[in-house]
């Protein structure tokens, strides 16, 4: 066996979740983890008391509008603000009464007119319209030859980025999808794929990246790529739910779409919904027992929308809602993974597998199973290969059909029930197969209320190479699928253990001043004999760590102590460093037969309390030091070193309270030194290219440390001058 490292698959990016099945997984912004997707409430419940509602729109940053058709008057607009407080109602007029549907933007709130065919933009605070887009505008951008009479709009969804896409028909009865941009401009036409028939409503998924087109019958949904413009996959609602036909569409232009219907051979019979996620795989239904009417047909919503894990119903008796909170009797939420096919070579005796580290944020409750299936069969391998990559079914399908083709090599489940966190990975021994091919799954269930779980990495490694391989070779078995006892407990002693080996292994990076943790600096420069204090910024702690060796060669020198400031002030600092008696050496002050001392000189001079001649000296009372040994002119004068600093005031709060007592650790024996700060820099009146001059005199002044009062400045490239006739020619007062 061969001592190397084993190899490994890493997944930790969104393109490499992406080569995953995932069902009931999303990326959250700014996340490269994968998030579980709360599961749908059963219950919904009624927020709003005002009715009928007739139209309600859900947008990203949470707000909720809706419209209330009052009888024998304007319709109302309530409205949820973004904190979930609902606002006074505004009268309602124009389009806004009658348009199909509404799509709330961020700033904006769009609504159409079908006949003829035309588009509105409002103010989504006041509903005053913003613009029109006209019929005769989209009719010509479509067909240059159209009528606008007969251009029929057919429903509108969100750009993603603002503006709309808008579904149309023309004169001989085609589809059209026109993307208007949220200045009205229309951007882009795609004629519908003949293969999805006659399209009765749209919506938008995957950030408006793939629009989902409902057809006519309610019997199907099409998920479009607009980037192509081709069909990526066809979702049959009667193969979800037989007899049933779709009435309402609702997406929420990111991983949500929720359709509402009824069974075709009852149309009385009972509302209900189905909720997808983005891929078109089922999350929820049929929901049937939705507004609590046991024992009779459950009343049908006018319209829906949803957003995240989150539906608005408009119903005859005001706004309801399903969310993910315990008052909506949410179930348990179960989602699955299955990787791609990954591979294991054999290569002289190394083959198989090792084990899956999964790093994960688990809640208390969840539970995660892990099995795999694996084969040799390179030729089975290929088409299941072949079948990951067919993306005309939801990863769901493919996931499941995958599994069933070779769960015959299925591995015995571990469940993981603890609570764990990302920073430990969680082991998975994977060693009973020696298959050169193998699939990993991992279902997560998750129960009503507890937080979602987040995978933030998952690694598979192999070949096996684990501690069996120290075993003597008696005691290992030809056969790894076979009895072997002992061969296993040493694997899942292994998988047990590899923390341990991770954190040996880790023992470097924490020696390392750019990856040592936090609270290691202290025990590493106290190792090291630094001049060291904790209070430091963790940044200055890290530069004295990255300079300790010039520090510590260097110690007691000039060089050394210019090194240590620029490491305790960093690099928008400057420094001055004056040393009297070194800088300037002892002159004498000449006579008639020698020429005086150059300039600058050090004058010094004897102590103020050693005695001297006087007037009312007595010679016979002081004793005058006239050895040759003790005719040293510094002997009176303590060695003194000045330092004088300029460095931004965060920078001088930090540093300033622990100096004295760093340089005292750095500075040779009796020396002294004295620390000056110099006042904060007035900031530039004049940019750097400027030719004029400024006057500026400060107000009011506040006594600060840095605090200049009654300051009056003149500046500029070319000042001008103020003379007894005023200024001179040019002068300029900004």
Same mark, same amino acid.
């Given at each position: 066996?061969?001592?190397?490292?084993?190899?490994?698959?890493?997944?930790?990016?969104p393109?490499?979740?992406?080569?995953c099945?995932?069902?009931?997984?999303e990326?959250?912004?700014g996340?490269?983890?994968?998030?579980?997707?709360s599961?749908v409430?059963?219950?919904?419940?009624?927020?709003?008391?005002?009715?009928?509602?007739?139209?309600?729109?859900?947008?990203?940053?949470?707000?909720?509008?809706?419209?209330i058709?009052?009888?024998?008057?304007?319709?109302?607009?309530?409205r949820?603000?973004?904190d979930?407080?609902?606002?006074?109602?505004?009268?309602l007029?124009?389009?806004?009464?009658?348009?199909?549907?509404?799509?709330?933007e961020?700033?904006?709130?769009?609504a159409?007119r079908?006949? +003829?065919?035309?588009l509105?933009?409002?103010?989504?605070?006041t509903?005053?319209?913003?613009?029109?887009?006209?019929?005769?505008?989209l009719?010509q951008?479509v067909d240059?030859?159209?009528?606008?009479?007969?251009?029929?709009?057919?429903d509108?969804?969100t750009?993603?980025?603002?503006?709309?896409?808008?579904?149309?028909?023309?004169?001989?009865?085609h589809?059209w999808?026109?993307?208007?941009d949220?200045e009205?401009?229309?951007?882009?036409r795609?004629?519908?794929?003949?293969e999805?028939?006659?399209?009765?409503?749209?919506?938008a998924?995957?950030?408006?990246q793939?629009?989902?087109l409902?057809?006519?019958?309610g019997?199907?949904?099409?998920l479009m790529?607009?980037?192509?413009?081709?069909?990526?996959r066809e979702?049959r609602?009667?193969?979800?739910?037989?007899?049933w036909?779709a009435?309402?569409?609702?997406?929420d232009?990111?991983?949500?779409?929720?359709?509402?219907g009824?069974?075709?051979?009852?149309?009385l019979?009972?509302?209900s919904m189905?909720v997808f996620?983005?891929t078109?795989?089922?999350?929820?239904? +049929?929901l049937?027992?939705l507004?609590?009417?046991a024992?009779?047909?459950a009343?049908?919503?006018?319209?829906?929308?949803?957003?995240g894990?989150?539906?608005?119903?408009a119903?005859?008796?005001?706004?309801w809602? %399903?969310d993910s909170?315990?008052a909506c009797?949410?179930?348990?939420?179960?989602?699955?993974l299955?990787?791609?096919?990954l591979?294991s070579?054999?290569?002289?005796?190394?083959?198989g597998?090792?084990?899956?580290?999964?790093?994960?944020?688990?809640?208390?409750?969840?539970?995660?199973?892990?099995?795999?299936?694996?084969t040799s069969?390179?030729?089975?391998?290929?088409?299941m290969?072949?079948l990951?990559?067919?993306t005309?079914?939801?990863?769901?399908?493919r996931?499941r059909e995958i599994?069933?083709?070779?769960?015959a090599?299925?591995s015995?489940?571990v469940?993981?029930?603890?609570?764990?966190?990302a920073?430990?990975?969680?082991s998975v021994?994977?060693?009973r197969?020696?298959?050169?091919?193998l699939?990993?799954r991992?279902?997560v269930?998750?129960p009503?209320?507890?937080?979602?779980?987040r995978?933030?990495?998952?690694?598979?490694?192999y070949?096996?190479?684990?501690?069996?391989?120290?075993l003597?070779?008696?005691?290992?078995?030809?056969?790894?699928?076979?009895g072997?006892?002992?061969?296993r407990?040493?694997?899942?002693?292994?998988a047990?253990?590899?923390?341990?080996?991770?954190?040996?292994?880790?023992?470097?990076?924490?020696?390392?001043?750019?990856s040592? +943790?936090d609270?290691?600096l202290?025990?590493?420069?106290?190792?090291?004999?630094l001049p060291?204090?904790s209070?430091?910024?963790v940044?200055?702690?890290?530069?004295?760590?990255r300079?300790a060796?010039?520090?510590?060669?260097?110690?007691?020198?000039?060089?050394?102590m210019?090194?240590l400031?620029?490491?305790?002030?960093g690099?928008d600092?400057?420094?001055?460093?004056?040393?009297v008696?070194?800088?300037?050496?002892?002159?004498?002050?000449?006579?008639r037969d020698?020429p005086?001392?150059?300039?600058?000189l050090?004058?010094?001079?004897?102590?103020?309390?050693?005695a001297?001649l006087?007037?009312?000296s007595? %010679?016979n009372?002081?004793?005058?030091?006239?050895?040759?040994n003790?005719?040293?002119?510094?002997?009176?004068?303590?060695?003194?070193?000045?330092?004088?600093?300029?460095?931004?005031?965060?920078v001088?709060a930090?540093?300033?309270?622990?100096?004295p007592?760093l340089l005292?650790?750095?500075?040779?024996?009796g020396l002294?030194v004295?620390?000056?700060?110099k006042?904060a820099?007035?900031?530039a009146?004049?940019p750097?290219?400027g030719?004029?001059?400024?006057l500026?005199a400060?107000? +009011?002044?506040?006594?600060d440390?840095?605090?200049v009062i009654?300051?009056?400045?003149i500046?500029?490239?070319?000042p001008?001058?103020?003379g007894?006739?005023?200024?001179?020619?040019?002068?300029?007062?900004?």
């Open positions: 066996m061969s001592n190397s490292q084993p190899h490994v698959y890493r997944f930790v990016q393109e490499h979740w992406s080569c099945l995932l069902d009931g997984f990326h959250t912004a996340d490269n983890a994968l998030t579980q997707i599961a409430g059963q219950r919904a419940r009624r927020v709003s008391t005002l009715g009928p509602v007739g139209r309600v729109a859900a947008g990203r940053n949470g707000v909720v509008l809706w419209r058709d009052v009888a024998d008057t304007e319709p109302l607009a309530g949820f603000d973004d979930g407080r609902q606002t006074r109602t505004l009268a007029a124009g389009m806004l009464t009658e348009s199909p549907r509404w799509v709330l961020r700033r904006a709130l769009w159409f079908a006949h +003829p065919a035309e509105g933009r409002f103010d989504r605070h509903f005053e319209a913003d613009f029109f887009v006209g019929p005769h505008t009719a951008y240059p030859g159209a009528d606008a009479a007969t251009f029929v709009a057919r509108i969804a750009d993603g980025h603002g503006g709309v896409w808008l579904l149309a028909r023309t004169a001989s009865r589809d999808l026109v993307h208007v949220c009205g401009r229309p951007r882009q795609l004629r519908v794929p003949c999805a028939g006659a399209i009765a409503q749209i919506g998924i995957q950030r408006a793939t629009l989902v409902l057809d006519q019958e019997i199907s949904l099409w790529d607009l980037a192509s413009g081709k069909l990526l979702v609602l009667d193969e979800v739910v037989g007899g036909e009435r309402r569409l609702s997406t232009g990111a991983n949500a779409i929720a359709v509402g009824v069974p075709i051979e009852h149309p019979a009972s509302w189905l996620d983005g078109g795989a089922l999350r929820a239904g +049929p049937d027992r507004f609590d009417a024992g009779s047909p009343p049908r919503p006018a319209d829906l929308a949803v957003q894990d989150t539906v608005w119903f119903m005859a008796d005001g706004l809602r %399903l909170s315990p009797e949410v179930p348990a939420t179960v989602s699955h299955l990787s791609p096919a591979h070579p054999i290569i002289g005796t190394d083959r597998w090792l084990r899956a580290d999964l790093f994960v944020d688990l809640p208390l409750g969840a539970t995660i199973v892990a099995d795999y299936v694996s069969d390179d030729l089975l391998a290929a088409e290969v072949t990951a990559a067919d005309s079914q939801t990863d769901q399908r996931a599994w069933d083709r070779l769960a090599s299925a015995d489940p469940v993981i029930e603890n609570k764990a966190d920073s430990t990975p969680v021994p994977l060693s197969s020696s298959d050169s091919w699939w990993l991992l279902s269930t998750t009503p209320g507890a937080p979602r779980p995978i933030v990495e998952l690694r598979v490694l070949p096996d190479r684990g501690l069996d391989q120290y003597p070779r008696m005691f290992r078995s030809a056969d790894p699928v076979g072997d006892f002992l061969r407990l040493v694997g899942v002693l292994g047990t253990t590899n923390s341990l080996d991770d954190r040996i292994a880790s023992i470097g990076s924490h020696v390392d001043p750019a040592a +943790p609270d290691w202290d025990a590493l420069g106290s190792w090291l004999d060291w204090d209070a430091l910024p940044e200055r702690r890290r530069a004295l760590l300079s060796g010039p520090l510590l060669a260097q110690r007691g020198t000039r060089a050394g210019l090194l400031l620029g490491c305790v002030l690099e600092a400057t420094v001055e460093l004056r040393d008696t070194v800088e300037h050496p002892l002159v004498a002050l000449g006579s020698s005086g001392p150059r300039f600058p050090l004058l010094t001079g004897a102590s103020p309390r050693i001297v006087g007037g009312a007595r %010679l009372g002081t004793a005058l030091a006239c050895s040759p003790d005719a040293d002119p510094l002997r009176c004068i303590r060695p003194t070193l000045s330092i004088v600093l300029d460095a931004p005031k965060t001088r930090s540093t300033e309270p622990v100096l007592a005292a650790q750095y500075v040779p024996a002294c004295r620390i000056r700060w006042p820099r007035v900031p009146l004049m750097p290219d030719d004029g001059m400024v500026d400060e107000g +009011p002044g506040v006594l440390d840095d605090c009654g300051r009056t400045v500046v500029g490239t070319l001008g001058k103020l007894r006739d005023g200024l001179t020619v040019g002068f300029r007062i900004q």
